[in-house]
Structures are given as C-alpha cells and as structure tokens.
T-cell receptor, first 114, second 106 residues
Framework: KAGVTQTPRYLIKTRGQQVTLSCSPI?????VSWYQQTPGQGLQFLFE???????NKGNFPGRFSGRQFSNSRSEMNVSTLELGDSALYLC?????????????FGNGTRLTVT | DAKTTQPTSMDCAEGRAANLPCNHS???????VYWYRQIHSQGPQYIIH???NNETNEMASLIITEDRKSSTLILPHATLRDTAVYYC???????FGAGTRLTVKP
C-alpha cells in the first residue's frame, strides 16, 4: 500500500506570494492533518480534515487555510508569505479521527521563503 | 489535553535494549499513548500505541504502568538506524513536544 504522498518536495517562494501544497493520503484513510515543523518551534498542529470538514484547527493565523476533497486528498494554502513561514510542512493521514487511529506521515514539503 | 514529559537525550549501545521513558500524569481514561520517531529530514514514523495493556509489534514494545501515568518504549536490540528523535504523545494528534533524541553508538 502506498504511503502518504506530498507534493512538491521542495518549494522556494518570495515574501508576499502565496503557495499551495498537496497531500494524497493512504488509500482508505479519510482523515488528513497538517503540521508545520521549524527548528525553533518543533512540530505544530495546523488543522485536521475528515470527510471534507475541518474538525480541528491549531493556533495559526488566517493566512493558513486548507481543504479536503471528496477523494480525501487535501491541500493547504498559505497566502501573503512571510519569512517565518519557511518550514517543513507535513501531512498525515489516518483511517478515522478516533483516538485509536494512528497518524501516518508523509515526508513533507520544505518551503523556503526569501 | 494531556501533556508528556520526556528526557531530552539518551544514548544506547548498539545491540542493547533502548528504554525510552515518558510521563503523562494527566492522561484521561480513554486516551491512547502514541510513539513516533523522526529521522532527520523525514516525516515522523508511527511506532506503536496503547491504552492500558502492554503492546508489542515488529518494531518495539510499549509498557504502560498500571496507573497509566507513565510508559516506556523498548527497542529490544537497537541498531545505528534507530538513531532518531522519539516522540511520546497524548492525545493522538496535536501536541508533539521536543521528544527524546536517541543516539545509538557502535
């Protein structure tokens, strides 16, 4: 079974631009979560989607948004990029949103904002 | 939400068992304990999870105390490839702390 696929793997943008990252979950998984990882802050939760509905959201500004499609694939968008948005963005999928449902992570998209 | 406490770093000799502790004293009755690890530049890898019984899979064993306030991840025969940051998290999704940086030495 294929793992979580994130595209692109690397991305370079300039301040003020916007970016869209894509995530394809493991087949059969209906929940997708997004995380931001930086050296200073570690892994921080952005949001979680299940059946096209956002179920949880972390403490990030409104410039960070996401969506999930009917096939469970997900995208996240960051508008008006700032230098501090440079990070590894990780997507994780799980079968459900229950507490007995492990997350399976992709290898992330490394975003550099210049 | 429950919080976890882990040592910042640990060393282990290759071939020996690595025992990684985690405290989660505020865990709720229905919350699972999850363990992940992250090798540099890769996404976290799921290892194991448990509720109150000890668990074992092909990667590791998880020992949870009877009061569920702490747990230990055991890698029975550590190899150099087990060098990574290990995260213990409760609940399953939101809070990843700094984890334990395990270094397996030859």
């Amino acid at each position: 079974k294929a793992g979580v696929t994130q595209t692109p793997r690397y991305l370079i943008k300039t301040r003020g631009q916007q970016v869209t990252l894509s995530c394809s979950p493991i087949s059969g998984h209906r929940s997708v979560s997004w995380y931001q990882q930086t050296p200073g802050q570690g892994l921080q939760f952005l949001f979680e989607y299940f059946s096209e509905t956002q179920r949880n959201k972390g403490n990030f500004p409104g410039r960070f948004s996401g969506r999930q499609f009917s096939n469970s694939r997900s995208e996240m968008n960051v508008s008006t990029l700032e230098l501090g948005d440079s990070a590894l963005y990780l997507c994780a999928s799980s079968f459900s949103v229950g507490t007995n449902s492990p997350l399976h992570f992709g290898n992330g998209t490394r975003l550099t904002v210049t | 939400d429950a919080k976890t406490t882990q040592p910042t770093s640990m060393d282990c000799a290759e071939g020996r068992a690595a025992n990684l502790p985690c405290n989660h004293s505020t865990i709720s009755g229905n919350e699972y304990v999850y363990w992940y690890r992250q090798i540099h530049s890769q996404g976290p890898q799921y290892i194991i999870h448990g509720l109150k019984n000890n668990e074992t899979n092909e990667m590791a064993s998880l020992i949870i105390t009877e009061d569920r306030k702490s747990s230990t991840l055991i890698l029975p025969h550590a190899t150099l490839r087990d060098t990574a940051v290990y995260y213990c998290i409760v609940p399953r999704d939101m809070r990843f702390g700094a984890g334990t940086r395990l270094t397996v030495k030859p």
